[in-house]
């Protein structure tokens, strides 16, 4: 994942933290802007350094490299990161996106979220950690929360 140039317009904004606090680690690749090893990504999707492994409690983050405009998956990504309470955050060991529409986060318990697009987030926040929460979800791998009234486990 290449870093973002910081012309980009509108990124962003709150939660603004330094270019020394990572939030989350974007994987490269061969043929990419550095070796084979994870881009250090800032609140706001801009690269702050790179390491040959993913950094210990910060999400890896898989979405599409985009050469020119806004990389909308990558924008959803990051506000539903922002919007994640603390706990439910430090539990998210991956969370990628193909399109804007179709994030998914993998929990540090092996178990996956369907988080859809970044909209309903207070709502799906609510409904996810209700799930977790209830005794007849218990052995479900999956929450899907892609359309926060209808929840599904699987």
């Known amino acids: 994942m290449a870093a973002r140039a910081r012309d980009r317009p509108g990124l962003p904004r709150a939660g603004r933290r330094g270019a020394a606090d990572p939030q989350g680690s974007g994987p490269d690749g061969p043929g990419g802007p550095t070796p084979p090893g994870f881009t250090l ?9 790179w390491t040959a492994t993913p950094p ?12 020119e405009g806004r990389n909308r998956s ?4 990051l506000a539903i990161l922002d919007a994640l309470p603390a706990d439910l955050a430090a539990e998210v060991a ?20 369907v988080w859809g697009s970044a ?5 799906k926040i609510r409904v996810l950690q209700a799930l977790r929460a ?21």
Do not use: F, H
Request: proline share 7%; glycine share 10%; hydrophobic share 40%.
């Open 41 to 49: 990504l800032d609140v706001e999707g801009y690269g702050v350094g």
């Open 56 to 67: 210990e409690g910060l999400p890896v983050v898989s979405v599409p490299v985009v050469d």
């Open 74 to 77: 990558l924008d959803a990504v």
């Open 94 to 113: 991956t969370i990628e996106a193909r399109t804007q529409d179709t994030v998914r986060m993998g929990l540090r318990d092996g178990k996956t979220v």
């Open 119 to 123: 909209g309903d987030a207070a709502l």
């Open 134 to 154: 209830a005794p007849a979800a218990a052995d479900a791998s999956e929450y899907d929360v892609s359309a926060p009234t209808l929840p599904i486990t699987r």
